[in-house]
C-alpha cells in the first residue's frame, strides 16, 4: 500500500501458495478482498505440486491462466508471479502468455522469474529438471525482453545455448513499456547481476533477517557496475504472515498453518500488529521497500483486514 506525499513508505503485499490446496474461487476471493483493503498487489507461486504432508485437494492451478482470470475479475491491484519457473515454459510461449495477460489486465502484471528448485515436482509432472538451470533463466530474461523490445513490423531471431529463435514476430506486446520483471534468488554472484541486468526489482524470498541487508548492498553494487542507478531497483523480500490482535489468536493462526509462534517470530512477520510493526521498521533500515506478505491460509480474509487495518497505516 503506497501513500502519496508520504516518503518511505512501505509496499505490501499478498502472496499465497495455491499448491498447498486452493482453487480458482478461493483465490479470486482474496484477491478481490485484498484490492478492496488497498493492498498493493496479489502474487501467487507457481507450482504445480504440493510441499510437505497434508491433503492437496482440490489439486493444483496454473499459475497464468489464475492471472488471466484475475486480470477480468480485478481492476486496480496489481498482479504476477513470485516466480515463474524457467524450467516449466518455453520463453516465446511464456511472452505470448504473459503479453496477453498484461493487456486483459490494462496493464497491471509483473514476472517474477526463477531457476526453479522443486525436483520432486517435475518427476510428478514429467517436467525435464536439468542439474544446471541458472543458464536458462539467463537466456529466458533476454528472449523475453529481447521479443517485448522487437519494434513494430521487425523480427526477433535467438541463437543460445538452449534455445533457437528464428524470425519471430515479437507479437503480442505488453501494454507496459517496460514491463515489470522481478528477479529473486539469494545468491550472492549472478543473481545480483541478473537483476542489475534485468530487474525492475530484486527480491530476497524467505532470507534470515541477518542476511538482507548484506545482500541488498551486493544487489547495489552489481547495479553501479551495470551502470545504472542503485536507486532505480525496488527491494523487496517475501517473508510468511501471520498476525493476531492479541496472543491468543497469533497462535490460533500460527496452528492453523502448522508453525510454532516461537519460529514464526523468529523468521517471519509474525505475532501481535505492534510486533510486526516493529519488524518492517528494522526491514525499512535494511533498505527493503516492498513486502510479499505470504498467507499460507487463503481462506482467512480477516487476518488480511487486520493488517490493513493496524500495520498499513504506521508503515
Not at 517435475?122 to 541458472?134: E, W
Not at 536507486?231 to 490460533?252: P, Q
Not at 493462526?253 to 519488524?279: I, K, M, Q, W, Y
Request: aromatic share 8%.
Amino acid at each position: 500500500m503506497r501513500r502519496r506525499g508520504i516518503v518511505e513508505v512501505m509496499d505490501l503485499r499478498i502472496f499465497t501458495e495455491p499448491q498447498q490446496g486452493a482453487s480458482y474461487d478461493q483465490l479470486a476471493r482474496l484477491a478481490i478482498a485484498a484490492e478492496e483493503l488497498g493492498y498493493d498487489a496479489f502474487f501467487r507461486s507457481d507450482h504445480y505440486l504440493r510441499m510437505g504432508d497434508g491433503d492437496p485437494s482440490p489439486g493444483p492451478t496454473d499459475a497464468w491462466t489464475t492471472l488471466a482470470g484475475l486480470a477480468r475479475d480485478t481492476s486496480r491491484i496489481r498482479l504476477g508471479t513470485l516466480v515463474s519457473s524457467a524450467t516449466f515454459r518455453h520463453p516465446g510461449v511464456l511472452a505470448v502468455q504473459v503479453a496477453q495477460v498484461d493487456a486483459m489486465s490494462g496493464g497491471r502484471v509483473e514476472l517474477g522469474l526463477g531457476t526453479g528448485w522443486f525436483e520432486a515436482e517435475h518427476r510428478a509432472f514429467g517436467i525435464p529438471f536439468p542439474d544446471k538451470r541458472f543458464g536458462l533463466l539467463e537466456e529466458q530474461l533476454e528472449i523475453l525482453t529481447g521479443l517485448w523490445q522487437t519494434p513494430a513490423g521487425g523480427s526477433y531471431s535467438f541463437s543460445g545455448q538452449h534455445y533457437q529463435l528464428t524470425d519471430n514476430p515479437g507479437l503480442p506486446k505488453p501494454v507496459q513499456t517496460p514491463l515489470p520483471i522481478v528477479v529473486g534468488g539469494n545468491g550472492p554472484r549472478r543473481t545480483p547481476r541478473l537483476a542489475a541486468r534485468y530487474g525492475a526489482e530484486y527480491n530476497q524470498s524467505f532470507p534470515g533477517f541477518e542476511a538482507i541487508g548484506p545482500q541488498i548492498e551486493r544487489v547495489r553494487g552489481a547495479m553501479s557496475e551495470a551502470g545504472r542507478d542503485p536507486e532505480e531497483l525496488v527491494y523487496s523480500v517475501a517473508l510468511i504472515a501471520v498476525v493476531g490482535r492479541d496472543e491468543a489468536e497469533f497462535e490460533r493462526r500460527a496452528a492453523v498453518v502448522g508453525r510454532e509462534p516461537a519460529e514464526l517470530r523468529e523468521h517471519g512477520l509474525a505475532g501481535t500488529p505492534s510486533e510486526v510493526v516493529d519488524r518492517i521498521g528494522q526491514l525499512k533500515a535494511d533498505g527493503i521497500s516492498r513486502i510479499y506478505l505470504q498467507c499460507m491460509d487463503v481462506d482467512d480474509l480477516d487476518m488480511i483486514e487486520l493488517i490493513a487495518a493496524e500495520v498499513a497505516p504506521q508503515v
